[in-house]
């Protein structure tokens, strides 16, 4: 009887993880928050609302000060959001907030590496606080970014904390990665190779990967969809096909991501 009860509890189990499976990636409703900047003034980030679902990447556009990591940052649970709903992975953020973060990887400024210890001491040290951590994959990713493994994580360039963080998020395998700026400090080799990984990724269809970046010729080769940010609002969410056809002009060309981005904040001035 206590075997027949587990394997039902087991097959309850089961069927729970293959519904949440098919659930989005994310799925954020009436996001905001607010917050005030010492001598800038009060910032507010309101009513942000998209889905992206697993297997697709979206591009995350704004200049500077915009609301970009901020939004990143409510994402990884590290600011706290005052309104709206959250769902990670199919994990409701306000009943799952523990299980939601670590579904979440992430590339950007907040992650510390132990500063004194190698990337591999890291890798061990860190990656036990995740329930799923492939170190053979962490190491095999460092050798592929050509980054030694008895390295000290503190003597890194820029370049190599972003693709040993990248090594890092891969390795726990998350469903739903975080870029902030990430390909900054790579060489145009790197970078292709950065977008290359990323898209190869995106092909199993069990993550969903929001990229926040100023160089916008990335997301023309790589995004699925693009986002923009203006002064806490979210001005539009496109597949990149539907924003295609609004960049279009009238002499047949087409205006670049840059363009449009300075276009918008123009009009949002004027």
Known sequence: MREKAQMESMSEDTKKEEVRLQKPALKIQGVGTSFFHFGEGKFVLEDISFTLERGYMLGLIGRNGAGKSTLLRILLQSIPRKKGSMEIAGYNVASHAFEAKQAVGYVGEDFVFLQRETLRENGRVLGQLYPVFDEVRYLEFLGRFEIGTEKIAGELSKGE??????????????????????????????????????????????????????????????????AMLEKGKLLFYKSKEELWETLACENGGRLSLKQLMVKLCKEGKS
């Open 161 to 226: 904390t972003t693709k040993a963080q990248l090594a890092f998020a891969l390795a726990h395998k998350p469903e739903l990665l975080l870029l902030d700026e990430p390909t900054g400090g790579l060489d145009p080799v790197m970078r292709r190779e950065f977008l290359y990984i990323l898209q190869t990724e995106l092909l199993e269809e069990r993550m969903g990967i929001i990229f926040s970046t100023h160089i916008t010729e990335d997301l023309d080769k790589a995004a699925d969809y693009v």
